[in-house]
DNA sequence: CTGTATCCGATACGATACTG
DNA sequence: CAGTATCGTATCGGATACAG
């Protein structure tokens, strides 16, 4: 038995988590993944409950992760394209196993649920 | 192009990513993955900073979704002994992968993250 | 169009104390 | 030991309005 004086730490995808499955990234990633490089407002229209706020944050936690890059076009009006990097692209064949898991397993989560509000 | 009107849940892995990678879950289930069967004492001071409350929430939303079972001895004083279940295991080998990416793309994101604050 | 600024409410978490 | 109850707080996200 390994012991630890550190156990949060001691989970050792904690800190990928927090970087992959902060709250939107996966919706934005998504988008940026299935549609390709696209504008502020074509991602906000995507995700249509997010607010111009809270996108902008996202995005810009993105950027400095490197997962996203975003490019200026100083026209009138001023365009800006959003597209995800390699490193970003590098999430796919999770999101895939993921997506995989959720096929197979999610309707056995609701299962287990019914069963447990039946009592 | 695909279109949709409800882009938020047009992100296919949103209510996996609801369930597998809220708080708290991910060190839970790494717990009882690694150290096995354990009392509810045993895994609080393994997340040392987990308060009883947020654990017993935790443990019951987990319960609940048939993730990890609990198991009450009725004895004094009283034992309560929490497992994974082979549906909590199934979620092994996507965790064992996002690990790898971890281990491979992270200090690719501590990079950018560099660059980035370097402006 | 692409954001920023402000305010606000909900939620979730931690601290603490207490019970069977 | 295994929780529950209560309280205070902090953070985050949404709504709205506005700027370059």
Redesign the interface.
């Known amino acids: 038995?390994?012991e630890?004086?550190?156990?949060?730490l001691?989970?050792?995808?904690?800190?990928?988590?927090d970087?992959?499955?902060s709250r939107w990234t996966?919706?934005i990633l998504?988008?940026l993944h299935?549609?390709g490089r696209q504008r502020f407002v074509q991602l906000e229209?995507?995700?249509?409950?997010?607010t111009p706020k809270v996108l902008t944050q996202r995005l810009r936690q993105l950027?400095?992760?490197?997962?996203v890059t975003r490019t200026y076009h100083p026209e009138v009006p001023p365009r800006v394209e959003y597209e995800i990097t390699p490193?970003g692209q590098?999430?796919a064949?999770?999101?895939a196993?993921?997506?995989d898991?959720?096929d197979?397993?999610?309707p056995?989560?609701h299962?287990?649920?019914a069963?447990?509000?039946a009592r």
């Open positions: 038995m390994i630890t004086d550190d156990p949060e001691a989970c050792p995808i904690a800190p990928a988590v970087l992959v499955f996966t919706p998504w988008a299935t549609y229209r995507r995700l249509s409950s997010i950027e400095r992760d490197g997962l490193l590098s999430l064949p999770l999101f196993g993921l997506a898991w959720a197979e397993n999610l056995k989560v299962e287990a649920r069963v447990f509000d």
